[in-house]
Each structure stands twice: as C-alpha cells, then as structure tokens.
C-alpha cells in the first residue's frame, strides 16, 4: 500500500496565481484531512471530509476550497495564494472506527508564494 | 474548545540521557483520544503512541513510556536513554469524535552525542 500520497512535495507560487494540492489515499479510508504547519507551530486543521460528497471546515478555511468526490482523493484548492498562505500542507486519512485509532500523514507539501 | 499546551519550546540533552516532555489539554469531551508524534528534520509525521481517556495504565514501549493523569490533564511522554536519532520535533495532539486533531505547537528536542 502506498498510504497517503501528496502531490507536488514542493511548489513556489506568485501572488494572485491558483494551485491543486492533490491527496490520494489507497487505505478505502472514510475520513480524510488537510492540516497546515507554519514554522515553529503545530498543525491547524484547515478542512476534513467525512465522506465523498460531505465536507466541513476546520479552524482555518479562509482562502481554501475543497472537493471529496470520490473515497480515495481529497483534493486542497488554493485560488487566490497570499504570501500568508506559505506553509507546509500535510493531508491525512483515518479509518471510520470510531475511537483509538490514529490517523495516517502524507509526506507534505511545501508552498512558497511570493 | 480543544487545546493543548506544550509549554517547553525546546530541550537539549546530551546521548543517554532521558528527556521527559509535557503535555496539558483542555477539552469537554468526557471520552478522548491522546497522540504523541513526531516529526524528524526530515518533515514527515511519524505516529508513536495512543491513549484513550477511559485507561490511565501507563506504559512503556521499548525506549517510549508515558504519564497520562486525568486528573490534572497531562499526558507526558519520556525517551529513555535518549539517541541523536531522537532529535526531532515532537506534537502532543489531542482528537475529537470526527478524528480531528488540536495540536500542540511541538517540543524540539536536541540530542548531542
């Protein structure tokens, strides 16, 4: 099983420009994530997905989209980027068992815009 | 509201010593899950232990042991015999029912030889 797999690992955006951060997960997961991390900071949940077609925003939605059409991608979107949007993204995944179960990272993905 | 606080920024020790770190949250849920993770210099997201709420046994885990107390909720987790390879950050999280994770702002920890 590959996991969780993020596509680009590294990207530099212009201000103004649009970008897809994908996430594919191979695990038949339900539920699935997008976290970022600014430097020296934990992780802020930005949006999670319960399920294809059900979405809901985390603590910092502003300036991201997304879409969960299908089970395995989870893709982030960024349509306006602002240099306050420089972070590094991760996407996890974890399986519907409620409780003691813990989630599963992707590699990230690191964005600069300038 | 989630929260958790890991109040030291950062730890250096050198090889062999222990390295204890700390963790206190904040949450209404009365049943809860608790992480520790751990992030090396090369970014990704490693997951070390678990705990639920409802189980206070403390353990150890080859060179990982942990101290949940309820109590005062904190959920500290100690390296023993700590290696350069431990050198990383580490994020105490806390989840919700929906699996979301509240992180902490992590603890670097420094290991010299």
């Known amino acids: 099983n590959a996991g969780v797999t993020q596509t680009p690992k590294f990207r530099i955006l212009k201000i103004g420009q649009s970008m897809t951060l994908q996430c594919t997960q191979d695990?038949?997961?339900?539920?699935m994530y997008w976290y970022r991390q600014d430097p020296g900071m934990g992780l802020k949940l930005i949006y999670y997905?319960?399920?294809?077609?059900?979405?809901d925003k985390g603590e910092v939605p502003n300036g991201y989209n997304v879409s969960r059409s299908t089970t395995e991608d989870f893709p982030l979107r960024l349509e306006l980027a602002a240099p306050s949007q420089t972070s590094v993204y991760f996407c996890?995944?974890?399986?519907?068992?409620?409780?003691?179960?813990?989630?599963?990272f992707g590699q990230g993905t690191r964005l600069t815009v300038v | 509201a989630q929260k958790v606080t890991q109040a030291q920024t950062e730890i250096s020790v050198v090889e062999k010593e222990d390295v204890t770190l700390d963790c206190v949250y904040e949450?209404?849920?009365?049943?809860?899950?608790l992480f520790w993770y751990k992030q090396p210099p090369s970014g990704e997201l490693v997951f070390l232990i678990r705990?639920?709420?409802?189980?206070?046994q403390n353990e150890i885990s080859g060179r990982y042991s942990w101290n949940f107390q309820k109590s005062t909720s904190s959920f500290n987790f100690t390296i023993t015999a700590s290696q350069v390879v431990d050198s990383a950050v580490y994020f105490c999280?806390?989840?919700?029912?929906?699996?979301?994770?509240?992180f902490g702002a992590g603890t670097q920890v420094v290991v010299t030889p």
């Open positions: 996890a995944s974890k399986p519907l068992i409620r409780g003691n179960t813990e989630a599963f």
């Open positions: 695990m038949n997961h339900n539920y």
């Open positions: 997905s319960v399920g294809a077609g059900i979405t």
């Open positions: 949450t209404r849920d009365t049943t809860y899950y």
């Open positions: 705990r639920n709420s409802f189980d206070e």
């Open positions: 999280a806390l989840k919700d029912s929906w699996g979301k994770l509240q």
